[in-house]
C-alpha cells in the first residue's frame, strides 16, 4: 500500500466500539462513499501532478513531454536550441584583430541575440493544417518554458 492508500473498511472497524461493529459497519461504510469519492479524486489529481512534476524545463524533458502527448508512437517533435545551427563562434583579443584569432568552446553573441530564439520546436508537417494541435503544442510549450524566453515553432 501507499503513502495515501486508505482502507475505509479497515479504518471503520476499528473507530467503532466492539459492540457496535457487527451492526454498523455497512451502514457507516455507506455513509463513507463521499469520503471514498474524494479521496479517489485526490488520488487522480495528485497522480495527474506526479506525471506534470517529472517534467521541467530542459530541452531534453520538453521533447519528452511532446512525443509523450502527441507523438507517441513516432516520437518525430523535436526541441532543439537555435544557436546549435551556428557556425563555431571565434572571439578575438582586444588589439589583435586580424592577427590572432581564439577560438573558445562557449558561443559569444551580441546582445540582440539574447533572448531571440533561444530554442526551436520542429514537429511534423502534417501537423501544420491540425490548428487545434499545434495551439496545444503551444500551451504545453508555454506552460514548461521558461518564463521570458522565446521559441519558434518550425515544421519539417
Known amino acids: 500500500m501507499g503513502k495515501y492508500d486508505v482502507n475505509f473498511l479497515d479504518l471503520i472497524k476499528s473507530t467503532l466500539p466492539f459492540s457496535l461493529r ?3 459497519t455497512r451502514i457507516v461504510f ?3 462513499i463521499p469520503f471514498r469519492i ?3 479524486r485526490f488520488m487522480v489529481f495528485r497522480d495527474r501532478k506526479n506525471v506534470n512534476l517529472s517534467y521541467n524545463i530542459q530541452y531534453p524533458n520538453i521533447q519528452r513531454l511532446l512525443n509523450d502527448n502527441f507523438d507517441e508512437l513516432e516520437r518525430r517533435i523535436i526541441v ?3 544557436n546549435q545551427s551556428l557556425l563555431p563562434t571565434v572571439a578575438y583579443l ?3 584583430i586580424g592577427k590572432r584569432q581564439l577560438r573558445v568552446p562557449f558561443a559569444v553573441y551580441s546582445w540582440s541575440m539574447w533572448g531571440y530564439r533561444p530554442f526551436w520546436v520542429i514537429v511534423p508537417f502534417e501537423y501544420s493544417g491540425d490548428e487545434n494541435k499545434i495551439n496545444a ?3 504545453t510549450v508555454e506552460n514548461y518554458k ?3 524566453t522565446q521559441y ?3 515544421f519539417q
Open 146 to 148: 521558461f518564463a521570458g
Open 38 to 40: 474524494l479521496h479517489s
Open 94 to 96: 582586444s588589439g589583435e
Open 137 to 139: 503544442i503551444k500551451k
Open 152 to 154: 519558434e515553432l518550425k
Open 30 to 32: 455507506v455513509l463513507f
Open 80 to 82: 532543439m536550441d537555435s
Open 22 to 24: 457487527n451492526a454498523l
